[in-house]
Structure formats: C-alpha cells, structure tokens
C-alpha cells in the first residue's frame, strides 16, 4: 500500500459495481498503489516481483494476488510481460484499475485469444477504487468487487462474469473488415482482426481506419510467450499489409555469439526477430525510428509502439498514433487496420495541464531528461503544454531525451511545448490547470536519480533511446585528445543506420580508438549480463529512461549526468561529486 509513514490504515469493508475490461473470477488479498506502474522495467516477468526501486510497492510481489494500481505508465512491453507472467504462473490473481488501460488489458487478451489462459481485468470509480487501496482482501465477479479484512468475511457473488462488460460501441466495418474477420486472408490475419476489435470496444472506437506504417515493439524478447506468440502467426501465413520497421531487439542480432551472450538466450532473442522478418517487416532493430530516412510527417495516421518512439511521433512530427501495446502493433501491422481512437482524433491531442518551466539559465543537455522526468511524473496521464523553454531553442536529440524520459513515468501519449513542437501554438493554455517547475524541482529529481552516491564509474553506457548520428559525432569532439580510464568500460547503442553514417564520416573509428565499444540492434533496457561487465557495480548514463529502469533491471547502482559528465567520468573513473552549477552547484547561483 501506498501510505504515508505513520499513517493508520483501515481495511475497508464494502460491495462495489464496476466495468469489466477482462471478465472472470476471483479471491485473494489485495495489494495495491496509487501511483502507475510499468510492467517492463517495474516487474519480473519471472517472479512477479516489483522491480522498479523507484515505485512504493518495490522489493514486493504480485503473483497469486489482486492488483490494484490506477493504470500503467512507460514502456509499451508492458502487454509482453503480463503475457510471460500469465503463462508462466506468476501473475496477479487479478487487476483493478481506475480507468481503461491499453497496455495492460491487451497482454490478458492475448493470453486469452491465442493460449486459452486469462485473468480478470475491472475498473472502478476513484472513490470505491481508493477503498481497495486500504488492502484487505477482495473477490471480483465480473462486474462486482467485495473488500472485506479477511477472505472467510467475503460475501459469495453470484456468477455473473459477463455483466457489466466496457460497453460495445456500433463499430462500423468495411465489407473487407467483415471478410477478414471471417477468414478471407487467412487464420492469422482474421486473429489479428478479432484482437483489435476488443481492443476498439475498450477505447470506445466507433470505427477502424487505415495507417500508413506501423513500427513493432513486439520483437523484443520477454520470454517463451512472446516467441510462440509471433511464430504462431508466422506459422498460419501471417503477412505485413504495411510498411513495418522493427525495434531494438535483446541482442545485437549479427554479434550476440562474440558477445559471450548466454546461447539459450540469444538464440530464443534471435529467432523472434527472424519470425517477424519471416512476416515481412524490416529489419532496422531501433529504438528510435524517426530517425530513419523517410520518417513519418505531420499529420500522417501511423502505428507505432515503443513508449518514447510514440511520444516523439505524436509530439515532435506531429504524426498520429495511439501508444499502441506490444502484440497489438503486430495484428495492425497484418491487418493494416487500427481502432480510430485516442491521438488519432483531434480533440485526443489537446493539453490538459500547463507546466511552467521558465527561469532555468544555463543548462546543459542534462536539462531535457531531467525535465522530462519531473514533468511526466507530475502529468501522470495527462497530456502537458509545456511553456518556457522556446528561447532555449531545443534541438532535436534534446527533444528525444526529454520525450524518452517523459514516456517513462507517464502513460500520456505526447506532450506540446509551446513555441517548439508543431502543435503546442494551436492551443489556448488559458484555463488550463497550472503546474511551476524550477530549480528546486529539478534538483529534487536530480537527487533521486543520483541516489546511488558512489563516486566510483564502472560503466558508462549511452544510447537509450538509440544515438543518432548528431550524437555519435558529438561525443567523437567531446572524447578528442582525452584518455579513457583503463578500468571503465564505454559502450554506446545505436541503430545500424546511425552507426553506418557516422562511421562514413569517421567518428565511429575515432571513438573506437578512444575505447568506446558500440553496439547496434539492441538498446540498454534489454541488455544484460556479460556485455554489463560482471564486476560492474555503479553505471553512469545520460538517459533519464535507463536511470528509473537500470537499478531494477541490473541490479547495479547508478548515476546521471550530462554527456560531457559522462566522458569526464569515462576518462577519470569518477562521477562528478557535486551538483551542476545551473542547479546551484559549485560556481552557480
């Protein structure tokens, strides 16, 4: 639970209506947060175990218990790891919610749709929702909720999982829909079809649309479900109706064998990727897409998953696209169908919150995913007007870092910062409520993001969201002429597009040289053990997304920084020991 420290906390006793997402029954105790939780990075899809160190109900476990958390936040392989903790025994008994959650609902759906094992998924009022947070214990039956202190003070609930269901909207389909759910284009396309109705009925969709391209998160490997998941639809003729472009995957595909990474492993980590090549998509393995030539355009409806690849189309292109859920992206991707819904709508894309970040003077690069940071947490769901930072002039790398760090801790799908992003100008931010970011906010951040307090550096890895190429030359100036401590290992990811452009221009071998080790196809969130050196204990980064996923992750200490600290910690061993000077640190205000 979610409490205060000294807080009383009285179990509630209670019979309460709510509206069912996923249908069944259930009895077991409750824990529950009010604060969102990703599934990716927040638990193990192997234990059930809560391993975001950032998160009230961290060092816990969900397996065999009832969850109750307002919704989920960050990563779109959320659905992917709910999937492995369903097959594999250690999820939750079941979920409450506080309002309709794509990520999470889909991962049961699939269990449900492609291997017949399911569990009850209910969301309730705020008020009768905040009763469930007081713990206890609950029984859930379709539609209905009791919370009593112990399971023998439960009354029985008639059987009636059906009943109160999310209402099903008149979702109009094409006379090419109705083929394709009856079978026309094969089994796994009229699966793929069946999946994204249920997932319109929940976003309360009145209709299915086209999209131009859809880029999958699917492909990165949580376990054996989301192995079998892709090959079964392999393996049934499935086949991408749309251009589709591929996420980072776990390992680097072509040098996973050189790397020493575990052969089980890496061999389950490349047959995924294979499987959806088999289905016709590209194999770009990137984090960051919109960095490829050809890269979406303001206005053009699109399917993307990968939390901050969707915040940056949404918020910097000004592309359209829901935060589509892992699995999901695959059955639009064969369908070339998507439930017109969320962003994809105009008035889904207006801010509801303004956040005031003005009077920050002299920072440096760490301000975008410090930013990013404190404003995603305190948007929560919301999308946010950003306003104070268009005499800064952000660049586009800033832009990727603030949005990567934003998607983290917030479920929101963009974010506008107004005289920067396409359409932040276009909304009146009079009446909207009003939040103040300053100094004292960032450094709050700061602090929780250096909490380690080691000094020492082992690793400094860069590259979460991918490098671009910008990035790679620029960390080439930083490196010149300097050393890097002997101790200290120097990894950066990126895209194989990236690398290839900044290796024609030299930087790759002049880095190289400095001791830098790259990596493509795979991203930080899904490294491991033995390319994270083993006698690693504190890893330094300049990703405000891989400083909240890392700790749980790794297991490893951390520290953030700017990327000018980073190279000075690659080269002296050393993470800076005091605050910027534009946080009040030595020689600042």
């Not at 206005?299 to 918020?315: C, D, F, K, L, R």
Request: proline share 6%.
């Amino acid at each position: 639970m979610n409490e205060a420290p000294g807080m009383a906390v009285q179990t509630k006793t209670g019979l309460f209506d709510g509206t069912v997402f996923v249908a069944g029954h259930c009895t077991g105790a409750v824990i529950g947060s009010d604060v969102e939780l990703s599934f990716w990075g927040g638990v193990n899809p192997a234990t059930g175990e809560i391993i975001d160190r950032h998160h009230p109900l961290s060092g816990q476990t969900i397996a065999g218990r009832i969850l109750a958390i307002p919704g989920g936040r960050g990563s779109c392989t959320g659905s992917a790891v709910i999937l492995e903790l369903i097959l594999g025994g250690h999820a939750p008994k079941a979920m409450i919610v506080e309002r309709a959650d794509d990520i999470i609902t889909l991962g049961v759906i699939i269990a449900e749709e492609i291997f017949g094992k399911s569990i009850p998924v209910v969301a309730l009022s705020p008020a009768d929702f905040r009763c469930v947070l007081a713990g206890g214990h609950a029984r859930i039956s379709g539609h209905r909720v009791a919370l009593a202190p112990t399971a023998e003070q439960l009354p029985d609930l008639p059987d009636d999982a059906g009943e109160g269901a999310a209402a099903d909207p008149d979702i109009t389909l094409t006379p090419e829909d109705r083929a394709t759910l009856e079978g026309a284009k094969g089994p796994a396309v009229a699966a793929a079809m069946r999946i994204i109705l249920r997932m319109a009925r929940l976003q309360g969709a009145a209709a299915l649309m086209d999209v131009s391209r859809v880029h999958i998160d699917g492909c990165i490997y949580t376990g054996p479900g989301s192995l079998a998941f892709a090959q079964k639809l392999r393996d049934l003729g499935g086949r991408v109706a749309v251009p589709t472009t591929l996420n980072a995957i776990s390992v680097d595909h072509r040098r996973w064998r050189s790397l020493n990474v575990d052969p089980a492993f890496g061999a389950a980590a490349a047959a995924l990727a294979d499987a959806y090549v088999d289905m016709g998509a590209e194999p770009t393995f990137t984090c960051a897409p919109y960095l490829l030539d050809g890269a979406p355009v303001l206005g053009e409806q699109i399917a993307w998953a990968e939390s901050n690849a969707v915040v940056y189309a949404n918020s910097v292109i000004g592309a359209r696209t829901n935060k589509y859920p892992d699995f999901l992206d695959l059955c639009i991707a064969l369908t070339g169908r998507a439930p017109l819904s969320g962003p994809h709508l105009e008035p889904q894309r207006r801010p509801q919150v303004l956040f005031d970040v003005s009077g920050i003077d002299g920072a440096d690069d760490a301000l975008y995913p410090l930013l990013g940071y404190c404003v995603g947490a305190r948007a929560a769901s919301e999308i946010p007007l950003v306003a104070g930072l268009a005499a800064l002039k952000p660049g586009v790398d800033d832009l990727k870092a603030f949005g990567a760090a934003f998607a983290t801790v917030s479920a929101a799908p963009m974010f506008h910062i107004a005289g920067v992003t396409p359409e932040a100008d276009g909304h009146d931010p009079a009446g909207l409520p009003m939040i103040r970011i300053g100094v004292s906010e960032l450094v709050q951040s700061w602090q929780e993001l250096n909490a380690a307090g080691e000094e020492r550096i082992d690793l400094v890895s860069l590259g979460n969201p991918h490098f671009s190429a910008r990035e790679i030359e620029r960390l080439a100036a930083l490196t010149e002429g300097r050393r890097k401590h002997e101790a200290v290992s120097l990894i950066v990811t990126c895209g194989r597009a990236m690398h290839a452009r900044a290796a024609a221009t030299g930087a790759v071998a002049r880095l190289e040289a400095f001791g830098v080790t790259f990596l493509t196809d795979t991203c930080w969130c899904m490294i491991e053990e033995p390319v994270i050196p083993r006698s690693a204990r504190v890893i330094m980064t300049n990703s405000g997304k891989y400083v909240h996923y890392g700790p749980g992750l790794t297991g490893r200490k951390f520290r953030f920084g700017s990327l000018a600290d980073c190279v000075e910690a690659a080269c002296s061993g050393l993470a800076p020991a005091a605050l910027p000077s534009w946080l009040g640190g030595p020689n600042g205000a």
